[in-house]
């Protein structure tokens, strides 16, 4: 069982950044792959970005490639979404998810869909304002 708790949202300007944190409990997390969604008021849940356990592979949305980094450490047990130029339609709650994985398990395409996980936080909310 992984509890996952999220971080580090706010409100900032376009063109501003932010880094959110997901904190996850236990002494596996290191082998879990863990997303990144968002999901805006009368949206569907959008995919963000992946890292593979232990960080060996990562994969990004298109909306937000170049400008989001997602990266881990394991020590701290806590993956991190370095946001970069953010823009208005990034505005949206944020939610972390895990899936437990043999090693070795890299990211892969399943990983951009919500229904891969097994858990997740419960968000922290990202308003960026023009």
């Known amino acids: 069982q992984v509890q996952l708790v999220e971080s580090g949202g706010g409100l900032v300007q376009a063109g501003g950044s932010l880094r959110l944190s997901c904190a996850g409990s236990g002494r596996t997390f290191s082998n879990h792959i863990v997303g990144w969604f968002r999901q805006a008021p009368g949206r569907e849940r959008e995919f963000v970005a992946a890292?593979?356990?232990?960080?060996?592979?990562?994969r990004y949305g298109d909306s937000v490639k170049g400008r989001f980094t997602i990266s881990r450490d394991d020590v701290k047990n806590t993956v991190y979404l370095q946001s970069n130029s953010l823009k208005v339609e990034d505005t949206a709650l944020y939610y972390c998810a895990a899936r437990l994985v043999l090693t070795g398990v890299i990211v892969s395409a399943p990983a951009e869909y919500a229904s891969y996980y097994n858990y997740w936080g419960q968000g922290t909310q990202v308003t960026v304002s023009s």
């Open positions: 890292i593979g356990s232990r960080g060996s592979s990562t």
